[in-house]
């Protein structure tokens, strides 16, 4: 027989997938549930702990248990980056997210804060460094509303970023088309892309600052950007709370052979 905390955690979690408790409502507070028949402090305590583990709630001192939103973002893997989005219209990469989703977006949703920094090994790599040179890391937290759903710094060579408007520190895109775009406006346009998925839990920090539940992973992303020359104009290590985001490919197939064949 399941404990009793267990029975509680169950019902609660049918009431929120049914719709009985909506995103955004705030569940009963522990002393209405042990006033109501449900359990012990201790026990309505567990079954709120293990909804935040599932991912179903969030919890906050100040704001009790509320119910999280359960429609995760849609993260485009390819269409994100198409350049009719960013070099040709205004659509940098977290606002198209948002638009294929279906939700609304603030520009100013995306805040970050730029320096010039020794590069750390993974960096230094990438950009055929040696580990030390000086690099600009834009580090980026982006937000839907209130609730952060991921970091996301981009390393660069100075002296491909330096007096534009990637190393300007204000809130938002880097203007029209974002980092990308100033980019292709300084005469690195961006031809090819690689990014390295991992899955982790989350350091302290990193928990605080994406306002983790308990028990909930997260997504780190590399992403490297080339030039058609091989030239990386971008190093990126994002951080995604796992349960925020569902990841969307959608490509042509390829056909190495025939490719292999034509070259003949």
């Known amino acids: 027989m399941a404990p009793k905390w267990r029975e509680l955690a169950d ?12 995103p955004g409502v705030q569940l009963p507070q522990i002393r209405d549930l042990v006033a109501a028949g449900e359990g012990s402090k201790d026990t309505v305590h567990k079954a709120y702990k293990a909804l935040e583990v599932q991912g179903l709630v969030t919890s906050s ?68 460094l040696h580990e030390g040179a000086e690099v600009y890391a834009r580090a980026r937290l982006v937000k839907e509303g ?30 029209r088309g974002g980092g990308f775009r100033v980019l292709y406006d300084a005469g690195y346009e961006i031809d090819h892309m ?4 991992f899955a982790r839990v989350p350091t302290d920090e990193e928990s605080q600052l994406l306002q983790l539940s308990p028990g909930e992973w997260v997504v780190e992303l590399h992403r490297t950007t080339y030039t058609a020359d091989g030239t990386v104009v971008e190093f990126a290590i994002g951080v995604h709370a796992a349960t925020r985001f569902s990841w969307s490919y959608d490509f042509k197939v390829p056909d190495s052979a025939k490719t292999e064949g034509e070259r003949k």
């Open 61 to 128: 001192r100040g704001h009790g248990t509320v119910v999280r939103q359960q429609t995760p973002l849609k993260r485009l893997g390819i269409a994100r980056y198409d350049k009719a989005k960013w070099r040709d219209g205004d659509e940098v990469a977290f606002i198209a997210d948002r638009v294929a989703s279906g939700r609304a977006y603030r520009r100013n949703e995306q805040t970050q804060r730029v320096s010039r920094v020794p590069a750390p090994p993974l960096v230094a790599e990438a950009h055929g």
């Open 11 to 22: 019902k609660l979690a049918e009431q929120i997938k049914s719709g009985e408790y909506a």
């Open 194 to 197: 690689k990014e390295d998925l």
């Open 146 to 175: 209130s609730q952060p759903t991921h970091t996301l710094t981009s390393y660069y060579r100075p002296e491909h970023v330096e007096g534009t408007r990637i190393v300007d520190p204000t809130p938002g895109p880097a203007g």
